[in-house]
């Protein structure tokens, strides 16, 4: 059975940093593709940021150059590094996996962040 936890969500001033953190176990973490979604209220649910298995990662057009994505496969960890947050950012952040036929995993109950001053 997956196991997900995501955390590190929060109030923070626009300008501000956060960093996201998501374990997630009962799989062979370092074999997948791990993706950092957000959901908005009233809006789809969309991806911000994916790390393959070795390493390469993608970002939307959106977040690009300010967030950062990471993954420490002894942890079963992947991270999302948040600067120069705006109040569009806020939103449910949530991570899953990716396996290489393309299955994604159990969604987690994600983090909020909200940018507000």
């Known amino acids: 059975q997956v196991q997900v936890a995501e955390s590190g969500g929060g109030l923070v001033q626009p300008g501000g940093s956060l960093r996201l953190s998501c374990i997630r176990r009962?799989?062979?973490?370092?074999?997948?593709?791990m993706e950092w979604y957000r959901q908005a209220p009233g809006k789809q649910r969309e991806l911000v940021a994916r790390i393959s298995s070795g390493g390469s990662t993608g970002y939307a057009d959106s977040v690009k150059g300010r967030f950062t994505i990471s993954r420490d496969n002894a942890e079963n960890t992947v991270y999302l590094q948040m600067n120069s947050l705006k109040p569009e950012d806020t939103a449910v952040y949530y991570c899953n996996s990716v396996s290489a036929l393309g299955l994604q995993g159990a969604w987690g109950q994600g983090t909020q962040v909200t940018v507000s001053s």
């Open positions: 009962g799989f062979i973490f370092s074999a997948y593709t």
